[in-house]
């Protein structure tokens, strides 16, 4: 991990842009924590929160989970603050934060489970008002942070925390997301809430690969201007003090002469402009470029005619020369990264074979799965790909990305799913590639995040509804909105006919059971729109989701029309049944007019909502309508008002 170098006061306004949420556990016994702690359980009764605390720290707590501690207690209530090297005994709340193997830290943990490894922590809430929270390194304490800030119970000025007891530990090494999605890429400020993000959901890993950077790629050996390199430098330290590992990547796949020093030279510049910026964790990305050809005459003379065999032999010798010649010799850096052109299957190859052979085994080699947007992730594939490439793979999950034909006008909001437990054991990690919209992606890469911490606890649905929980502040009203929301947006695709993950399918089974549970869901679903705007806390968010969140009233307000024509079919009101029918087909006309923002995906299109259960429903009731004018009108009917 790089050195932290951002002021305390930054450090702090990026933690500000986090919120708070909790949510009460399926059991009742204290608020559930995510990503699920490895223990979590009741050690004794809830401490009360006052107004003072004491804070016992040393040089060797970690100065930003400190920052993160003390606006955690002042937003809780507490005003007076005293900070102390050595607990005084006297004050109404004590809270210890350090290494865990501080003596008083020690002490206060008493009984609880003392975990090992990198990123480990240990909390503890005792009867006696105190606190404990040690971490085996500087992440492990602000983890322990981010767990207490979920412990927190009640309201107002009579907050309580939770009487636990937590030993945990993150299962998988590398947790994260990879910007590597092609499109507009994320503006700056969203990489700044991003990286903020994915220290509250405890990852630990961001790679910087846009493929639309043309310095990232398409002009690869060019330096960055200088503007650009200042906003590197300031995403460097941010990542840092959020514990997260910056990862530059550079692709230079495209038009590389493999065997031209004048080219390697160029790439080791590039890493090195980075290193000097505190980066400490680098990528080659090879992925997306074509082995039937050569870029230059020498890699021809030097590897033979083009192939996979030779191809895997040229990229080796690259990537053995800045393992061994940059990353080994520049202090503090993590073992290089790569991305295979051959990167989504379980077939043997030649190009595999080579890479197994002859790659050095210090460099972590990414996998996408058996395709590029795999419908599952199971531990038998892991074990084959490990096998395959030589080593445990790192895996590049191409979820929820939206950068490809398939996933046009959509939101991908559904839970991670489909990837086994036991994953952690077989692969080096998990990284998400998200959506062009940042914010919107937090929904998919926070269940992400609590699946890559506990692979073993995930449990889909609850983790689901602790990210609503934490978009919408902790506020249930929103919570509830978020999750009809998501819903009409879980469809997931793949590069096959059927999708991973099925659209809609809360409101499916409505429309398949209860009319009037129907009713009142499509009520919900008209009024979860304006319940988000006025509760979700992240405007970034809103701003990404704000097509969908129109097109979901208006769609909702169709459905809503075509009940009112089903009622009227049924009371045998023709002129009701009429108006209601043409409601119904001007609102559904209307949403289906809405696009999703222009310039934003590399593949744009008619916003999506509900498709193929909404629209499925919609023709429905205009078949039953269709039928009930081709019907003649009974007598009793004409004696009626429906006679005019």
Known sequence: ?????????????????????????????????????????????????????????????????????DKTLRERGVRDI??????????PLTIHLGPLDRPDIVAALGRTPIPHGAEAYALNVTSRRVVAMGGADAAGQYYAVQTLRQLFVGAHHRWRIAGVMVSDYPAMPLRGTIEGFYG??????????????????????????????????????????????????ELVKAAADHHVRFTYALSPGTSICYSSELDRAALTQ???????????????????????????????????????????RAQVDLLNHVQRDFVASHPGTHPLQMVPTEYGDLTDTAYKQVIRATLDPAILVMWT?????????TVDQAQRASALFGRNVFVWDNYPVNDYSQSAGRLLLAP??????????????????????????????????DFMWNDQAYNRDASWTQAA???????????????????????????????????????RARIDGNPDELRRYVRQMIEAPATIRATVTDKAFLDDAANWLDATELWARAMSSGLDTLD????????????????????????????????????????????????????????????????????SQLDGKDSQ
């Open 1 to 69: 991990m790089a050195s932290r170098t951002v002021p305390l006061l930054v450090a702090m306004a990026l933690i500000a842009s986090v919120p708070v949420h909790a949510t009460a556990d399926p059991n009742g016994h204290f608020p559930a924590v995510s990503p699920a702690p490895q223990d979590i359980r009741r050690g004794g009764p809830d401490v009360v929160v006052g107004r003072r605390a004491e804070l016992v720290v040393t040089d060797t707590t970690d100065p930003v989970a400190r920052v993160l501690l």
């Open 82 to 91: 005293d900070v102390r090297a050595k607990a005084s005994g006297k004050a």
């Open 469 to 507: 929980s934490y978009l919408a502040g902790g506020n249930p009203a929103g919570t509830r909105a978020l999750l009809v929301f998501f819903d009409l947006n879980h469809l997931a695709p793949t590069f096959g006919p059927q999708p991973w993950q099925p659209q809609a399918p809360a409101l």
């Open 184 to 233: 507009s890429p994320w503006t700056h400020s969203e990489r700044l809430a991003q990286l903020a993000f994915y220290g509250a959901v405890k990852a630990n890993t961001y790679i910087y690969a846009p493929k639309d950077d043309p310095f990232h790629r398409e002009r690869w050996r060019e330096p960055y201007p200088q503007d650009t390199l200042k906003e590197l430098g």
């Open 270 to 312: 590039k890493l090195q402009a980075m290193y000097d910026l505190g980066t400490r964790a680098f990528s080659i990305p090879l992925d997306d470029i074509s082995y039937t050809r050569w870029n230059c005459q020498g890699d021809q003379e030097t590897y033979g005619a083009p192939g996979r065999a030779a191809a895997a």
């Open 568 to 635: 009227a079919i049924t009371a045998g009101d023709r002129a009701a049944a009429a108006a209601a029918r043409q409601q119904m087909d001007a609102l559904a006309s209307a949403a289906g007019k809405i696009r999703s923002v222009p310039g934003e995906n590399r593949v744009e299109g008619v916003v999506r909502i509900g498709d193929g259960v909404i629209d499925v429903f919609l023709d429905r009731v205009r078949a039953r309508h269709d039928e009930f004018v081709a019907t003649p009108p009974s007598g």
């Open 416 to 449: 991670y799913d489909h990837r086994e437990a036991g994953l952690s054991r077989h692969v080096a990690g998990i990284v998400s590639n998200p959506m062009n919209q940042a914010a919107a992606s937090k929904v998919a890469v926070f269940t992400m995040a």
């Open 369 to 377: 799965g058996t395709d590029v947007v795999p419908p599952s992730i």
